[in-house]
């Protein structure tokens, strides 16, 4: 199992959980399906769950929507696989899972292309559509829909690492001896043991030998028993902040921008200029919101794919509480604008485009299991537990 991308912040505004729901049948299954009219139940991350960003729609459509916001992508695809696909109308995950598992396990349900592709033409360009994450494998279905998306690899004090010595030393500062004591490691399991394995000098993409898990778990023991501070976002960014550490995997633009936004852009994600991802210094995530193969879903499941595509809206998801997040409708003049200066530095605007071009794109390690253990068991042994 892989858990979650990203701690959340106290701020997450779950709306609230729904119910499972079992299926309908015989002469009540029309009248129910009529009755969704009115009714729409979204699975997500933060931030599609805030009111900011549900009540206008809500009031729009007339509509009772509840959202219920988790903190992996697995659970949430286990959830749908235990049955739930008659209780979510959407799901909104990681960019691997809609066209690995989701589709192929018969979860998720395509998109009109012709309605919701001549979204992605009006996107960054790095989403020209076909855009291969919202693509089934044959290319030929359109699975989803894109918005927010960041680097995420780790975090420094720039006024105790610069971002030069950052990006150019990169994972090997968690090798440097001299750094044991000065730096976090943020609770954030399967971006951990990606990192780990980049410290370790491995690609955690590609399946691995007993020798890549020797040296795994090597570097996962040296990372722990050095960690000063293990928590969540608010923890370490109040740790940089003041001076307890100096930097911490795992982070980025993400976990960055309430700090920087709260006037600390000395709180500063980075990305690495080399790993051993080939070509790439570190790793990126992309969401993809899909239609749950739900057999009475709601018509408002679509409907607010499109009311999310809205300029307005579009600033509304990138600033909900709790994160900051650059998004895909930047691109359209409309929305980029609603970004005031103190926004756009707070997600780092300045160098996302280098960033991402340089970050390998979030992806599913094929031994995930036997590296958590590892480094669970590191993390434990180095807490005294």
């Keep these: 199992m892989q858990f979650d991308r990203r701690s959340i912040l106290k701020y997450s505004a779950a709306a609230g959980a729904v119910g499972l729901a079992g299926g309908l049948a015989g002469p009540f299954a029309t009248s129910a399906f009529a009755a969704r009219d009115k009714e729409l139940n979204i699975l997500c991350w933060e931030g599609y769950n805030s009111a900011d960003v549900l009540d206008p729609f809500r009031s729009g459509h ?10 992996n992508d697995p659970t949430m695809i286990n959830r749908l696989r235990a049955g739930e696909v008659n209780v979510w109308d959407l799901i909104n995950v990681n960019n691997p899972w809609a066209r690995k598992v989701m589709y192929p396990e018969g979860l998720i349900k395509p998109l009109d292309r012709a309605k919701f592709e001549p979204y992605f033409d009006k996107m960054l360009p790095m989403f020209k559509p076909p855009y291969h994450w919202a693509m089934s494998d044959d290319g030929k279905e359109l699975l989803g829909m894109c918005q927010r998306f960041g680097p995420y690899s780790f975090v420094v004090n720039t006024d105790k690492v610069s971002r030069k010595t950052a990006e150019d030393q990169g994972w090997d500062l968690w090798n440097d001896p001299a750094n044991a004591g000065k730096y976090g490691v943020l609770e954030s399991d399967d971006w951990n ?9 491995i690609n955690p993409f590609v399946a691995h030998s007993d020798a890549d898990f020797a040296k795994f778990d090597a570097a996962a023991k040296k990372v722990f028993k050095g960690a000063k501070v293990v928590g969540d976002i608010a923890t370490m960014n109040q740790a940089l902040i003041s001076g307890e550490i100096n930097f911490h995997l795992t982070g980025g633009t993400y976990s960055a921008s309430p700090a920087r936004f709260d006037g600390y852009p000395q709180v500063r994600g980075v990305t690495p200029l080399k790993s051993a991802i080939p070509g790439k210094g570190g790793v990126s995530w992309i969401e993809v919101t899909s239609t749950v193969n739900n057999p009475q879903l709601s018509p408002l499941a679509t409907q607010f794919l499109q009311y999310v595509q809205d300029p307005k809206v579009a600033h509304t998801v990138a600033f909900a509480e709790g ?29 996302l485009d280098e960033e991402m071009a340089r970050s390998a794109e979030y992806d599913i390690v094929p031994d995930y299991d036997r590296a958590l253990d590892l480094m ?6 180095a807490s005294g537990g």
């Excluded at 669970?376 to 042994?381: G, L």
């Design 376 to 381: 669970t068991a590191a993390k434990r042994e």
């Design 193 to 201: 043991v990606f990192n780990i394995f980049l410290i370790a000098g």
């Design 323 to 351: 994160t900051f997040n650059p998004v895909a409708q930047m691109a359209n003049k409309k929305c980029f604008d609603l970004f005031t200066k103190e926004e756009l530095d707070a997600i780092q605007w300045d160098s």
């Design 62 to 71: 007339g509509a009772t929507v509840k959202a219920e916001s988790l903190t």
